[in-house]
Protein backbone atom coordinates (compact mmCIF):
# COMPACT_ATOMS: atom_id res chain seq x y z
CA UNK A 1 0.00 0.00 0.00
CA UNK A 2 1.29 3.49 -1.06
CA UNK A 3 1.04 5.98 1.82
CA UNK A 4 1.54 9.21 0.01
CA UNK A 5 -2.24 10.18 -0.15
CA UNK A 6 -3.24 8.23 3.37
CA UNK A 7 -4.37 11.71 6.32
CA UNK A 8 -4.32 9.09 9.41
CA UNK A 9 -5.90 7.57 11.77
CA UNK A 10 -8.64 8.51 14.20
CA UNK A 11 -9.99 6.61 17.10
CA UNK A 12 -13.11 6.77 19.17
CA UNK A 13 -12.87 7.48 22.83
CA UNK A 14 -13.97 4.28 23.56
CA UNK A 15 -14.83 1.44 20.80
CA UNK A 16 -18.49 0.25 21.53
CA UNK A 17 -18.71 -3.66 20.81
CA UNK A 18 -22.09 -3.96 21.82
CA UNK A 19 -24.42 -3.46 18.83
CA UNK A 20 -27.52 -2.22 21.12
CA UNK A 21 -25.23 0.20 22.67
CA UNK A 22 -23.76 1.71 18.93
CA UNK A 23 -27.48 1.44 17.92
CA UNK A 24 -28.75 3.23 20.89
CA UNK A 25 -25.80 5.86 19.90
CA UNK A 26 -26.72 6.39 15.84
CA UNK A 27 -30.54 6.80 17.45
CA UNK A 28 -29.01 9.52 19.40
CA UNK A 29 -27.13 11.29 17.15
CA UNK A 30 -29.53 11.19 14.61
CA UNK A 31 -32.88 11.31 16.32
CA UNK A 32 -35.16 11.05 12.90
CA UNK A 33 -33.57 7.40 12.41
CA UNK A 34 -35.99 6.05 14.46
CA UNK A 35 -38.73 6.80 11.64
CA UNK A 36 -37.48 4.98 9.62
CA UNK A 37 -36.53 1.44 11.57
CA UNK A 38 -38.64 -1.66 10.69
CA UNK A 39 -41.50 -2.22 12.78
CA UNK A 40 -39.37 -5.98 13.51
CA UNK A 41 -36.32 -7.01 12.72
CA UNK A 42 -35.44 -8.31 8.83
CA UNK A 43 -34.84 -11.72 9.43
CA UNK A 44 -32.08 -11.28 6.96
CA UNK A 45 -30.03 -14.95 5.31
CA UNK A 46 -26.95 -13.75 6.62
CA UNK A 47 -25.74 -17.20 5.14
CA UNK A 48 -26.26 -15.87 1.63
CA UNK A 49 -23.73 -13.11 2.36
CA UNK A 50 -21.54 -14.52 4.35
CA UNK A 51 -21.29 -18.05 2.77
CA UNK A 52 -20.73 -15.87 -0.30
CA UNK A 53 -17.89 -13.77 0.78
CA UNK A 54 -16.36 -16.27 2.84
CA UNK A 55 -16.21 -14.15 6.11
CA UNK A 56 -18.92 -13.21 8.87
CA UNK A 57 -19.95 -9.58 9.10
CA UNK A 58 -19.58 -7.19 12.10
CA UNK A 59 -22.57 -7.69 14.81
CA UNK A 60 -22.91 -4.22 14.84
CA UNK A 61 -23.28 -3.81 11.15
CA UNK A 62 -25.77 -6.97 11.19
CA UNK A 63 -27.87 -5.27 13.91
CA UNK A 64 -28.36 -1.95 11.99
CA UNK A 65 -29.18 -4.13 9.03
CA UNK A 66 -31.67 -6.04 10.86
CA UNK A 67 -33.60 -2.57 12.23
CA UNK A 68 -33.32 -0.76 9.18
CA UNK A 69 -33.20 -0.67 5.80
CA UNK A 70 -30.86 1.32 3.49
CA UNK A 71 -30.77 4.93 4.45
CA UNK A 72 -28.63 8.04 3.19
CA UNK A 73 -27.53 10.69 5.65
CA UNK A 74 -28.12 14.84 4.75
CA UNK A 75 -28.36 13.12 1.15
CA UNK A 76 -24.78 12.12 0.87
CA UNK A 77 -23.89 8.98 2.49
CA UNK A 78 -25.48 6.02 1.45
CA UNK A 79 -25.80 3.08 3.87
CA UNK A 80 -25.84 0.29 2.03
CA UNK A 81 -27.98 -2.52 3.48
CA UNK A 82 -29.39 -6.04 2.70
CA UNK A 83 -33.09 -6.05 1.40
CA UNK A 84 -35.15 -9.49 3.10
CA UNK A 85 -34.64 -11.76 0.31
CA UNK A 86 -32.56 -9.85 -1.85
CA UNK A 87 -29.77 -10.30 -0.10
CA UNK A 88 -27.97 -11.86 -3.32
CA UNK A 89 -28.20 -8.46 -4.67
CA UNK A 90 -25.95 -7.21 -1.77
CA UNK A 91 -23.56 -10.11 -1.82
CA UNK A 92 -22.83 -9.17 -5.96
CA UNK A 93 -22.65 -5.30 -4.70
CA UNK A 94 -19.99 -6.46 -2.16
CA UNK A 95 -18.18 -8.67 -4.42
CA UNK A 96 -18.43 -7.52 -7.41
CA UNK A 97 -17.01 -3.79 -7.28
CA UNK A 98 -14.00 -4.37 -9.43
CA UNK A 99 -14.63 -1.24 -11.38
CA UNK A 100 -13.62 1.02 -8.63
CA UNK A 101 -10.32 -1.49 -7.99
CA UNK A 102 -9.42 -1.07 -11.11
CA UNK A 103 -9.34 2.83 -11.09
CA UNK A 104 -7.01 5.50 -10.17
CA UNK A 105 -9.05 6.22 -7.14
CA UNK A 106 -8.34 3.27 -5.48
CA UNK A 107 -4.56 3.09 -6.25
CA UNK A 108 -3.11 3.68 -2.79
CA UNK A 109 -5.33 1.58 -1.19
CA UNK A 110 -5.06 -2.74 0.15
CA UNK A 111 -6.58 -5.25 -2.70
CA UNK A 112 -10.11 -5.46 -1.80
CA UNK A 113 -11.31 -8.60 0.33
CA UNK A 114 -10.55 -11.45 0.24
CA UNK A 115 -7.03 -10.00 0.36
CA UNK A 116 -5.43 -10.68 3.83
CA UNK A 117 -6.03 -7.17 5.17
CA UNK A 118 -8.51 -6.43 1.90
CA UNK A 119 -11.14 -4.02 1.72
CA UNK A 120 -15.12 -4.99 1.79
CA UNK A 121 -17.44 -2.27 1.06
CA UNK A 122 -20.27 -1.19 3.06
CA UNK A 123 -21.52 2.06 1.84
CA UNK A 124 -20.40 4.66 -0.53
CA UNK A 125 -21.11 8.63 -0.85
CA UNK A 126 -23.21 10.55 -3.43
CA UNK A 127 -20.04 12.33 -4.45
CA UNK A 128 -17.98 8.88 -5.29
CA UNK A 129 -16.48 8.27 -1.76
CA UNK A 130 -16.19 5.47 0.03
CA UNK A 131 -16.66 3.72 2.94
CA UNK A 132 -15.29 0.49 3.92
CA UNK A 133 -14.02 -2.02 6.05
CA UNK A 134 -10.67 -3.56 6.92
CA UNK A 135 -11.00 -7.14 7.24
CA UNK A 136 -8.02 -7.42 9.71
CA UNK A 137 -7.09 -10.94 10.76
CA UNK A 138 -8.56 -10.13 14.67
CA UNK A 139 -12.33 -10.77 13.60
CA UNK A 140 -15.04 -8.72 12.45
CA UNK A 141 -15.65 -7.55 15.77
CA UNK A 142 -12.01 -5.60 15.60
CA UNK A 143 -12.57 -4.48 11.79
CA UNK A 144 -11.57 -0.51 11.47
CA UNK A 145 -13.91 1.49 9.24
CA UNK A 146 -11.31 2.92 6.09
CA UNK A 147 -12.38 5.99 4.12
CA UNK A 148 -11.73 6.33 0.30
CA UNK A 149 -11.78 10.14 -0.38
CA UNK A 150 -12.58 10.97 -4.57
CA UNK A 151 -10.25 13.23 -3.97
CA UNK A 152 -7.68 10.91 -3.43
CA UNK A 153 -7.20 10.96 0.16
CA UNK A 154 -7.82 8.12 2.64
CA UNK A 155 -7.82 7.55 6.31
CA UNK A 156 -8.90 4.98 8.93
CA UNK A 157 -11.61 4.91 12.38
CA UNK A 158 -10.73 2.66 15.09
CA UNK A 159 -14.16 1.83 15.58
CA UNK A 160 -17.95 0.46 14.20
CA UNK A 161 -19.85 1.18 11.17
CA UNK A 162 -22.18 2.11 13.48
CA UNK A 163 -20.12 4.26 15.58
CA UNK A 164 -18.75 6.19 12.69
CA UNK A 165 -22.03 6.90 11.61
CA UNK A 166 -22.86 8.51 15.08
CA UNK A 167 -19.47 9.98 15.33
CA UNK A 168 -19.72 11.30 12.27
CA UNK A 169 -23.16 13.03 12.50
CA UNK A 170 -22.85 14.21 15.99
CA UNK A 171 -19.04 16.26 14.94
CA UNK A 172 -17.55 13.75 17.46
CA UNK A 173 -15.73 12.90 13.93
CA UNK A 174 -13.08 15.15 12.20
CA UNK A 175 -15.00 14.60 8.77
CA UNK A 176 -10.97 14.45 7.08
CA UNK A 177 -11.43 14.72 3.07
CA UNK A 178 -15.58 14.75 3.80
CA UNK A 179 -17.70 17.05 4.02
CA UNK A 180 -19.70 17.55 7.21
CA UNK A 181 -22.66 15.48 7.47
CA UNK A 182 -26.07 16.22 9.17
CA UNK A 183 -27.58 14.07 11.25
CA UNK A 184 -30.55 13.81 8.40
CA UNK A 185 -31.93 10.53 7.26
CA UNK A 186 -33.58 10.19 3.65
CA UNK A 187 -34.31 7.35 1.64
CA UNK A 188 -31.63 5.56 -0.15
Not at 77 to 93: K, M, N, T, W
Request: overall charge negative; glycine content about 10%.
Amino acid sequence: MIDDDFIGTQAPVRRILDPDEAIATLEGAVPGLVDHRRPEPAGLDWTVIEGGLGVILPADFKSLAERYPAFALDDFLLVSLPDPGREIYRLRAMRDDRDWWDSDDAADLRLPYPAPGGLLPWGESAEGDRFLWSSIEHGPQQWRVTVASRNGGWWHYEGGVVQFLAELCDGTLEPWALPPVSPEVTDS
